[in-house]
C-alpha cells in the first residue's frame, strides 16, 4: 500500500521505517523536505532518512497525493494546521489514520488536553475533512508498541473508530501487520473522545512504571 | 475493619455485602434508614438487607462515627451533598475510599464528565474535606469486578491514588483481600483526573463488548 506519514517525529520515523520493513511504499510528508533532510546529527531527520533510504520525503502535499493511506503523527496541536497544508482536496476519499493526542503544554506538565469529552481532536480532522475516512488508532500506546507491540510480555489491546467501515478494515489490516492480535473497534469516530482520554492515566501510569513500554489489555 | 458504606444503590450494595462476608462489620449510610427499610419489592433496598442482615444501617452520620474506612459508593453528581450530611467533623482522621465517578447524564447518554482534566471528583472531596485520607480506588471498574475480580479470565489492574501513604496502604489491603491482585499507586490523589478520564472508553467499551464484565490490565 502507498502510506504517507505525515510528521517527522518519534511517532513518524518509527512508524514510517515499520511500514518500509513491512514491504509499504512509505513517504514522510514535511514542509520542506530539503530543510528536513539537511537537519544531520544524532537523533536528526537527516541521519535517521541515511539510514532508511527506502522510506521517501517529500511535501506534504506529495506525500499525500499518491497514498491511499495517510498517518497523522504530527503533533496534536499542530495536526489541523499541517493538514491544512495537503491542499483543499488532498486528503478527499482518503483513509486518515489518526495517531496524534490534542496533549496541551502550556500549563506545564503533566500535559492537559485542548479538547476532551464533548468532543475530540479526531472528531475536529473529521469535520474539517468531511471526505477523509479518519480512522482513530494506536494513540493508546508509544511508538515502540505501536510499531513492535512484540516489546511487551504479552499482547494488549488497541483500538479503533471511525465513521467508514472499509477505512476501519484497512486499518484494522495494517494495525495486524504490525503485530496487534487484539484490535476493539469502538464505534464511530466519537470514540475518540475516550481513547484520547485515556492519556492522563497513561501519563501517570509512565511514571508509576518508570518507562512508556505499557499497553492496556481488555481482559473480558 | 469498621465500614461505612456510603450509597444504597448497586456498587454500595455489592460492596457491603461482600465486605461483610469477609468478616468486616459493615454499616450502610443513607438519608432515613426506615425510609430505606421501607423500600421493599424486587431489587429494593428492604429486601436486599433482609437478605444480608450482616449489614447495619443507619443514617450517614452515625454510619461513619463508628467506622476506620468510609466508601463513597454515591452519584458522583450527589457525593458532596451526601457528604456533608456526615456533619462538620465526621470524616476527620477517616480514610474515605472514593469509588464514584463524575457523571453528568443531563445531555443524555453517553455520559460526560462534570469535573475533568485539571480537577477531579476525588480531589474536590479532598479540598471539601482537608482533614479526610481520600483514596480514589475501584472507579474504573463496575461493582461485579469490584467485588468479584475472578469473575475474569484473567486478573486485571485496579488503580489508586491519594495523598496519604497509610490510607493508600489500608486500602491497598483491602482490595487485596477483594481478590485484587494487581494494584497500581498512581501517586496523589490528583491521579484521580487519570482514572475518571478513563470512564468515557469504557462506556463506549460496554457497547463494544455487549456488556460491562470486563477490566483493563496494565501489561508491562
Redesign the interface.
Known amino acids: 500500500m502507498d502510506i504517507a506519514i505525515l510528521g517527522t517525529g518519534l511517532v513518524g520515523r518509527t512508524l514510517a521505517g515499520r511500514f518500509a520493513e513491512l514491504g509499504h511504499t512509505v513517504t514522510v510528508g514535511t514542509r520542506d523536505p530539503q530543510a528536513t533532510l539537511a537537519r544531520t546529527g544524532e537523533g536528526e531527520f537527516g541521519d535517521w532518512a541515511a539510514q532508511h533510504r527506502a522510506v521517501g520525503i517529500a511535501t506534504f502535499a506529495d506525500a499525500v497525493g499518491a497514498a491511499e493511506l495517510v498517518v497523522n503523527a504530527t503533533n496534536g496541536g499542530a495536526s489541523l494546521d499541517v493538514l491544512a497544508l495537503t491542499g483543499p482536496h488532498g486528503l478527499a476519499g482518503k483513509v486518515l489514520m489518526d495517531v496524534a493526542n490534542p496533549l496541551d503544554v502550556t500549563h506545564g506538565l503533566p500535559p492537559?488536553?485542548f479538547v476532551?469529552?464533548?468532543d475530540s481532536l479526531g472528531e475536529r480532522i473529521q469535520r474539517a475533512y468531511p471526505a477523509a475516512r479518519v480512522v482513530k488508532a494506536l494513540n493508546t500506546v508509544n511508538a515502540m508498541v505501536m510499531a513492535h507491540p512484540e516489546v511487551?510480555?504479552?499482547?494488549?489491546t488497541v483500538?479503533i473508530?471511525g465513521n467508514n467501515q472499509d477505512a476501519k478494515a484497512t486499518v484494522t489490516t495494517l494495525l495486524a501487520e504490525l503485530g496487534h492480535r487484539d484490535i476493539?473497534?469502538?464505534?464511530d469516530i466519537t470514540?475518540a473522545?475516550?481513547?484520547e482520554?485515556?492519556i492522563?492515566?497513561?501519563?501517570?501510569?509512565w511514571?508509576?512504571?518508570g518507562g512508556p513500554?505499557?499497553?492496556?489489555?481488555?481482559?473480558?
Chains 1, 2 share one sequence.
Do not use: H, Q, S
Open positions: 492537559t488536553l476532551k469529552d464533548t511487551l510480555p504479552e499482547p494488549g483500538f473508530c476493539i473497534d469502538l464505534g470514540g473522545r475516550g481513547t482520554m485515556m492522563p492515566v497513561w501519563v501517570r501510569l511514571g508509576a512504571l513500554a505499557f499497553n492496556f489489555k481488555v481482559v473480558r
